[in-house]
């Protein structure tokens, strides 16, 4: 009887790139006055962005069956194209261009993305969706949530956005991997 091993997980390109900046902001936030420490939250949330982004686009623009997946969901299988555009442009780059074009944080639209092409649902914890709607305030509203009051930032707070934004890609780029060593 023969078994197929088990391959060893090995962080993508994509993770590592997004584990950098992780890193370049954890070393600076421990000196920062508030305005940065908001900045540098706001900045942990756009690495997730950036990792999702780079990861789905590149999978989908270099693996015909990935893309193919995806044209399969309700958002794209409706499109429609003129005879023209069909004819006279390149439409897989026109669908590409489409999704480079998502929020790439709006994590609830993302999930049913992963899961219909790569079979990788989303570990969307409160926690998580917590963290995204705190990053909304400063982003959004310079600091103040929906009913005015200021939204106080501490150390604490990025570190933890930190833990649970990384736990969120680290879980995404293990699942990315088993899917890319079944391919």
């Not at 309700?74 to 026109?94: A, E, H, R």
């Not at 305030?137 to 933890?160: E, I, M």
């Amino acid at each position: 009887m023969t078994s197929n091993p088990v391959s060893t997980y090995s962080p993508t390109a994509t993770y590592l790139a997004f584990e950098v900046a992780i890193n370049r902001i954890d070393a600076l936030i421990t000196t920062a006055d508030t305005f940065h420490l908001q900045l540098y939250y706001s900045n942990v949330v756009g690495a997730m962005e950036k990792y999702l982004y780079d990861l789905y686009v590149g999978e989908i623009e270099a693996c015909d069956t990935a893309f193919n997946l995806m044209c399969e969901l309700p958002k794209f299988s409706v499109q429609k194209f003129p005879l023209k555009q069909i004819f006279n442009q390149n439409i897989k780059d026109i669908v590409i261009n489409s999704v480079k074009n998502i929020v790439w944080h709006r994590i609830n639209d993302l999930d049913p993305m992963f899961k219909k092409t790569f079979g990788i649902k989303m570990n969307i914890s409160q926690k998580l969706k917590n963290k995204l709607a705190t990053r909304h305030h400063f982003v959004h509203r310079n600091g103040f949530d929906l009913h005015g009051n200021v939204v106080s930032l501490t150390l604490q707070d990025v570190q933890d956005a930190i833990v649970v934004i990384k736990d969120f890609v680290i879980d995404i780029d293990k699942k990315f991997h088993t899917y890319f060593q079944s391919k």
